[in-house]
Nanobody, 127 residues
């Protein structure tokens, strides 16, 4: 069983930055593809960013390209989401997820492919 714990959310003004962290339990973190999703009130959960085992492959949804950066530190069992130039439409609960059956050099894009989820962290961007 893998446990994921997100942190780093909060209230920020438009144009500001936040860095989300997701700490994972377990000794096989380095073989999990990881992802970040978000869910705004009244909306479905949407994909934000994903990263492969080694961190060499990343993928972003169009609305965050150039503003968000996903990274991982396998020695610390942690994945990060650096969010810059935040906009009010980025307001949501952000979730990290782990795909325990992924292959190397592959990113995982769809929620149903992920095996484990964190509890979420709230990000609120004021205008």
């Amino acid at each position: 069983q893998v446990q994921l714990v997100e942190s780093g959310g909060g209230l920020v003004q438009a144009g500001g930055s936040l860095r989300l962290s997701c700490a994972a339990s377990g000794r096989t973190f380095s073989s999990y593809a990881m992802g970040w999703f978000r869910q705004a009130p009244g909306k479905e959960r949407e994909f934000v960013a994903a990263i492969s085992w080694s961190g060499g492959q990343t993928y972003y949804t169009d609305s965050v390209k150039g503003r968000f950066t996903i990274s991982r530190d396998n020695a610390k069992n942690t994945v990060y989401l650096q969010m810059n130039s935040l906009k009010p439409e980025d307001t949501a609960v952000y979730y990290c997820a782990a795909d325990a059956t992924s292959r190397p050099f592959v990113v995982t894009l769809y929620p149903f492919e992920y095996d484990y989820w964190g509890q979420g962290t709230q990000v609120t961007v004021s205008s």
